[in-house]
């Protein structure tokens, strides 16, 4: 016995009891240490939690005060029989939750990551995107969606949108490709899915990748799918203002390419391979393998409290959806006897729309002005409406790198009429049957008010 053991005890136990040989790892505080390296740098103690719940349960008053001090209490006697958690990013919690979503969306292999954009970067990682490459957006959509293939030296082409789904147009998309395309991004505009079956036919003619923005799409299907399931890869968003949140940002990323659904995790956190070891050292670090060649992975890793939000709402979220959905059949049900507006597109067996956002669509001459007129009398009313995105072509960001704004606009006139003249996004979750009854009818009125010159 060595003159250490002599005066502490075996390593291999702990308060007199022996603890369960196991190989030692650091990272984690596994294995028996005499002097162990916490997985966890700086716990959060009681006090922390207890702001944590004032921040998700917000309130005033006495009656507050009171039901608060009785938390604090509880969690005081709870804090003396805890323990802390021994991992707070890519453990347990992110692996339910990834196992959760893919036995709703029936796909396999999902990835959880950071965000929705943390998702298409991989995806564009994958298609190898580099200077001179192309990729086609639809030209109303969300910066995210063109940010990494910009930020590496891509052209971007803008395809027109659809006039009623405002989704992207699979006959000018076949229009906008060329020998330099590598990939495709059709957007589920406000949860509605695009048409899927034409704009992969597309992509699979030219040996193009599809990634599918499907931020606003979590729920949705097409033709008996879910979306996630279809094309090369799909990505969704849980940001607070989506229809299910993980904790304010997070994002799920699946693909139908078997044999790079194995590298998915490495994609997520630079390429850290255990299966393999430096000479000296724990792993090593591999690339990922894209279509052309290999690639070097980001860091788009999530923590557990995250994970835990996004299983917690995924329990509730065929609710979610219901509600969402109801309201807007309410609201196409008042509607969609004026002539003056163009009803939402509620779906069909064969499309199933998540219901993200309530599109409002008129015809300018039957209204008596367009939806700019509309817009102003439903603020003057107390509605909130905005036209989620703007046409991505009018932004600095673009003309800063050579874009001729409106050249691209003369290829886009759909996106020219439909923003400009015809649509706003309403409100559609979250609202009362009398703040329903109330939209709708400021709706109508003013429209009346417009068709009268008022």
């Given at each position: 016995?060595?003159?250490l053991?002599?005066?502490?005890?075996s390593?291999?136990r702990?308060d007199?009891i022996?603890?369960?040989?196991?190989s030692?790892?650091?990272r984690?505080?596994?294995?028996?240490?005499?002097v162990?390296?916490?997985?966890?740098?700086e716990?959060?103690n009681?006090s922390?939690t207890?702001?944590?719940?004032?921040?998700l349960?917000?309130?005033?008053?006495d009656e507050?005060?009171k039901?608060?001090?009785?938390?604090?209490?509880?969690?005081?006697?709870?804090n003396?029989?805890?323990?802390?958690?021994?991992?707070?990013?890519l453990g347990?919690?992110?692996?339910?939750?990834?196992?959760?979503?893919?036995?709703?969306l029936?796909?396999e292999?999902s990835?959880?990551?950071?965000?929705?954009t943390?998702?298409?970067?991989?995806?564009?990682?994958?298609?190898n995107?580099?200077?001179?490459?192309?990729?086609?957006?639809?030209?109303?959509?969300?910066?995210?969606?063109?940010a990494?293939?910009?930020?590496?030296?891509?052209?971007?082409?803008?395809?027109?949108?659809?006039?009623?789904?405002?989704?992207?147009?699979?006959?000018?998309?076949?229009?906008?490709?060329?020998k330099?395309?590598?990939m495709?991004v059709?957007?589920?505009i406000?949860?509605?899915?695009?048409?899927?079956?034409?704009?992969?036919?597309?992509?699979?003619?030219?040996?193009?990748l599809?990634?599918?923005?499907?931020?606003?799409?979590?729920g949705?299907?097409y033709?008996?799918?879910?979306?996630?399931?279809?094309?090369?890869f799909?990505?969704?968003?849980?940001?607070?203002?989506?229809n299910?949140t993980?904790?304010?940002?997070?994002?799920?990323?699946?693909?139908?390419?078997?044999?790079?659904?194995?590298?998915l995790?490495r994609a997520?956190?630079l390429?850290?391979?255990?299966?393999?070891?430096?000479?000296?050292?724990?792993?090593?670090?591999?690339?990922?393998?894209?279509k052309?060649g290999?690639a070097?992975?980001g860091?788009?890793?999530?923590?557990?409290?995250?994970a835990?939000?996004?299983?917690?709402q995924l329990?509730?979220?065929?609710r979610?959806i219901?509600?969402?959905?109801e309201?807007a059949?309410?609201?196409?049900?008042?509607?969609?006897?004026?002539?003056?507006?163009?009803?939402?597109?509620m779906?069909?067996?064969?499309?199933?729309?998540s219901f993200?956002l309530?599109?409002?669509?008129?015809?300018?001459?039957?209204?008596?002005?367009?939806?700019q007129?509309?817009?102003?009398?439903l603020e003057?009313?107390?509605v909130?409406?905005i036209?989620?995105?703007?046409?991505?072509y009018r932004?600095?960001?673009?003309?800063?790198?050579g874009?001729?704004?409106n050249?691209?606009?003369?290829?886009?006139p759909?996106?020219?009429e439909?923003?400009?003249?015809?649509?706003?996004?309403?409100?559609i979750?979250?609202?009362?049957?009398?703040q329903?009854?109330?939209?709708?009818?400021a709706?109508?009125a003013?429209?009346?008010?417009?068709q009268?010159?008022?």
């Amino acid at each position: 016995m060595d003159k250490l053991t002599q005066r502490f005890g075996s390593y291999d136990r702990k308060d007199g009891i022996p603890m369960k040989k196991a190989s030692s790892d650091f990272r984690y505080n596994t294995g028996a240490s005499r002097v162990p390296w916490a997985a966890v740098g700086e716990n959060y103690n009681e006090s922390d939690t207890l702001e944590i719940v004032k921040f998700l349960m917000q309130g005033e008053g006495d009656e507050y005060k009171k039901a608060l001090k009785t938390v604090q209490e509880s969690l005081h006697g709870l804090n003396a029989v805890a323990n802390a958690p021994g991992k707070l990013s890519l453990g347990s919690q992110v692996e339910k939750a990834e196992k959760a979503v893919d036995k709703y969306l029936g796909t396999e292999g999902s990835l959880f990551v950071t965000n929705a954009t943390a998702g298409f970067e991989i995806a564009f990682k994958y298609a190898n995107l580099g200077p001179g490459d192309e990729v086609i957006v639809p030209a109303i959509t969300f910066i995210a969606t063109m940010a990494y293939p910009l930020s590496v030296g891509c052209k971007v082409v803008f395809c027109d949108i659809d006039p009623i789904t405002l989704n992207m147009d699979p006959k000018d998309l076949e229009k906008k490709i060329t020998k330099k395309t590598k990939m495709v991004v059709p957007v589920h505009i406000g949860g509605y899915p695009c048409d899927m079956d034409a704009i992969n036919a597309i992509a699979k003619k030219h040996d193009i990748l599809v990634l599918e923005d499907a931020a606003h799409a979590f729920g949705a299907s097409y033709k008996g799918r879910k979306i996630g399931t279809i094309s090369d890869f799909t990505s969704f968003s849980f940001h607070e203002v989506k229809n299910m949140t993980s904790f304010g940002e997070g994002g799920i990323l699946t693909t139908n390419i078997e044999e790079f659904r194995p590298e998915l995790k490495r994609a997520r956190f630079l390429g850290l391979n255990f299966t393999r070891k430096i000479k000296d050292w724990l792993y090593d670090i591999t690339a990922i393998p894209g279509k052309y060649g290999p690639a070097v992975a980001g860091n788009s890793s999530t923590t557990e409290i995250q994970a835990l939000g996004l299983t917690l709402q995924l329990h509730r979220y065929d609710r979610i959806i219901q509600d969402r959905t109801e309201a807007a059949k309410y609201m196409t049900s008042r509607l969609a006897g004026n002539p003056a507006v163009i009803p939402q597109a509620m779906g069909s067996k064969d499309v199933v729309p998540s219901f993200h956002l309530y599109t409002l669509q008129i015809d300018p001459k039957k209204a008596g002005g367009d939806i700019q007129v509309l817009k102003k009398k439903l603020e003057e009313k107390g509605v909130t409406n905005i036209p989620h995105f703007g046409p991505l072509y009018r932004f600095d960001v673009l003309r800063s790198l050579g874009y001729d704004e409106n050249a691209i606009a003369a290829t886009c006139p759909v996106t020219e009429e439909v923003f400009y003249h015809r649509f706003t996004h309403l409100p559609i979750y979250g609202l009362s049957k009398d703040q329903l009854e109330y939209m709708a009818d400021a709706v109508l009125a003013s429209i009346d008010e417009m068709q009268k010159g008022k």
